[in-house]
């Protein structure tokens, strides 16, 4: 059976939108820490090579759905295709026992600045140390193919963890943005019942 959607009113906020903060992060240099141990026995992290569109679909609109992610899902394949084999996008699937967990996505298109434009785990996979062991990984990769730093940023809509977790992980913030955005859920590209911990606002 399908959740209705929490609706609430916020003085200031048109009908159908979110305010969301933005933070950019970098790092400038590789991290001195340990990268962190796999946290699991049978992990394997393979690169998707010319993932197809169904294969990357699933992982992003399984991954970001409870954080309302939504610029992909606005693509259609010809355009999503044309990102995901791009040659300089690397694309890394983390597996647990066999079974995809979670990924993360460097884009290589901007010169040395390498952008971890993607990062999180499968619902089901949270909560058992994968992600600072994946982001570990990312980093790296990052840096072994000639980085000259590595950016990221994370918004109000993620987990309330990830700003920390980049910041553990060597990051540091640079900048903060505040937009006002199309709620997906209203426009109908996310279900409704999705990210019932941002209200859906309504007049």
Known sequence: ??????????????????????????????????KPRPPVEKLALLRAERPTVSFYRYLYNTVGEPWLWVDRRKLDDAALTAIIHDPKVEIAVLYVGGVPAGFAELDRRRGTAVDLSYFGMIPEFVGMRLGPFLLGCAIDAAWKGGAGKVTVNTCTLDHPKALRLY??????????????????????LIPLDAAPQHPIVTS
Do not use: N, W
């Open 1 to 34: 059976m399908t959740t209705p959607p929490d609706l609430r009113v916020v003085p200031g906020l048109p009908p159908g939108k979110l305010r969301v903060v933005i933070t950019y992060l970098e790092m400038t240099s590789p991290p001195t820490a340990p």
């Open 167 to 188: 910041q553990r992980a060597g990051f540091t913030p640079v900048r903060q943005d505040v937009r006002i955005a199309d709620d997906p859920r209203v426009t109908g």
